[in-house]
């Protein structure tokens, strides 16, 4: 059974940096994409960022300039820079990784930024 294991989150004053990665505990086959998604209290999870197998990289609008998405093939991990970082980026935030069979999940990460 693959499992992601998430790290990096943390609190973080506005304007504050933060990198999230998410490591497969084996390798993935057939990865389609790769990416992570945020949930704040009494909101819906939206989808922060994804990147394919080709690179192809997607982002919310409301990151874009301020986050950027990675990923290491050999290592089966996807990165999360977080820079800029704004009281309203606080959430919880998901990896995954989609496969042709099945889409895999992280625990998830806390992130909140205060001053």
């Known amino acids: 059974q693959v499992q992601l294991v998430e790290s990096g989150g943390g609190l973080v004053q506005p304007g504050g940096s933060l990198r999230l990665s998410c490591a497969a505990s084996r390798n993935i086959y057939s990865i389609n994409t790769m990416g992570w998604y945020r949930q704040a209290p009494g909101n819906q999870r939206e989808l922060v960022a994804s990147?394919?197998?080709?690179?192809?990289?997607n982002y919310a609008d409301s990151v874009k300039g301020r986050f950027t998405i990675s990923r290491d093939n050999y290592k089966n991990t996807v990165y999360l820079q977080m820079n800029s970082l704004k009281p309203e980026d606080t959430a919880d935030y998901y990896c995954y990784v989609r496969t042709v069979q099945r889409t895999y999940w992280g625990q998830g990460t806390q992130v909140a930024v205060s001053s």
């Open positions: 990147i394919t197998s080709g690179d192809s990289t």
